[in-house]
């Protein structure tokens, strides 16, 4: 099966920019996660969507961060303005809503390295 | 909240064995994972415990006490391609499949 889509891979923008990433994930997986990774951390959840409702974005920065899955497939997650610390790696997962552990497994895209300066 | 620990740097050497521990603290726990990272790449899925005790996949190993909030991972029979970070990440029962990651371990495979 056809992993986890994302793009661009990298981008660089000066601070106060917008940026867009795109992830379209595993076909059937009904849960998607956007991660942001900083060098040397472990990713962090920014936000989770079930199809297309939002399930848990306590920890993504509101005032600068969005993210929206329309139709439940696909998913944009959107930085405006960018700051200095937003360079990071945006990490996109998705999973199955059911089936074991199958539904436990998280699968990752590559990720899109965003630089700030 | 959750609080996870494991060491930041390790280093091997070719054909042995090793393992990179990982403590934890969650309410709710349902689930240690552990995934492989090389750099530049994305993480990959290694491992699942959920119950105590020794999860077997090869050469890989993973190990989960509860009760200590503790678990590990052991690679043997060490490459040169097992040079990569390894993450643990717990699942709690409030986190709806999310996982919560620790930094990570870096480990140095030598010849």
Known sequence: EAGVAQSPRYKIIEKRQSVAFWCNPISGHATLYWYQQILGQGPKLLIQFQNNGVVDDSQLPKDRFSAERLKGVDSTLKIQPAKLEDSAVYLCASSPLTGGTGANVLTFGAGSRLTVL | ?111
């Open chain 2, 1 to 111: 909240g959750q609080n996870i620990d494991q060491p930041t740097e390790m280093t091997a050497t070719e054909g042995a064995i090793v393992q990179i521990n990982c403590t934890y603290q969650t309410s709710g726990f349902n689930g240690l994972f552990w995934y492989q990272q090389h750099a530049g790449e994305a993480p990959t899925f290694l491992s699942y415990n959920v119950l105590d005790g020794l999860e077997e996949k090869g050469r890989f190993s993973s190990f989960l006490s509860r009760s200590k909030g503790y678990s590990y991972l052991l690679l043997k029979e060490l490459q040169m391609k097992d040079s990569a970070s390894y993450l643990c990440a717990v699942r709690s029962l409030r986190g709806r499949r999310a996982l919560t990651f620790g930094s990570g371990t870096r480990l140095q495979v030598q010849p």
